[in-house]
């Protein structure tokens, strides 16, 4: 089974955001949270004005939103930078070939060849599987969004059942 497909920075990118954007999303209801139960005396009496603290509360959490969209810019940043520095040769085509006794993978025309019985580390989550060798640090993750459903479940048939870890 042979599957090709394009990685850009700007795919990584958009994928480093997605995931930071779904915890400041979290981190965004629970300090509207704490910003509430901060303000429940001041609600519950009758000497401040409901308004105000209503108020206080929309500016607490655009503010918030803000710090929140900046850090992420300032994640994202690093992070690409980092990766450039580590992995040169990471953006480009890819080609899976996927066999019963081994799995490779070409990026720009380096292969990274993976026999099953040298696998250590096999993980699958939901629309994502990982795995990797003893001698490899890095590893080799595959996700169902990029490779596509189909060719995804077929290449995800072939490694686990050939992986014995």
Same mark, same amino acid.
């Given at each position: ?23 400041? *999303?979290?981190?965004l209801? +629970? !300090?509207? @949270?704490?910003y509430?139960? /901060? ?5 519950? =009496?009758?000497?401040?004005?409901? *308004?105000?603290?209503?108020? +206080? !509360?929309? @500016?607490?959490?655009?503010? /918030? ?5 900046? =850090? ?7 992070s ?86």
């Amino acid at each position: 089974m042979t599957i090709e497909y394009e990685w850009t920075r700007k795919d990584l990118k958009k994928e480093l955001t997605k995931k930071r954007n779904n915890v400041n *999303l979290i981190y965004l209801l +629970g !300090g509207v @949270i704490l910003y509430i139960l /901060f303000m429940y005396d001041a609600i519950a =009496s009758e000497l401040f004005d409901k *308004l105000v603290i209503l108020i +206080g !509360g929309f @500016i607490f959490a655009f503010a /918030f939103s803000i710090i929140l969209w900046l =850090s992420t810019k300032i994640y994202v940043s690093i992070s690409l930078r980092k990766n450039d520095k580590k992995t040169d040769k990471a953006y480009g085509t890819y080609v899976i070939e996927a066999t019963d006794k081994m799995i490779s993978v070409t990026i720009n025309e380096q292969t990274i060849a993976y026999n099953y019985k040298d696998i250590t580390k096999f993980k699958k989550k939901r629309h994502t599987f990982f795995i990797r060798t003893a001698d490899d640090k890095i590893g080799l993750l595959f996700k169902e969004h990029i490779i596509g459903r189909e060719k995804y479940r077929q290449l995800l048939d072939i490694v686990s059942k050939n992986v014995s870890c």
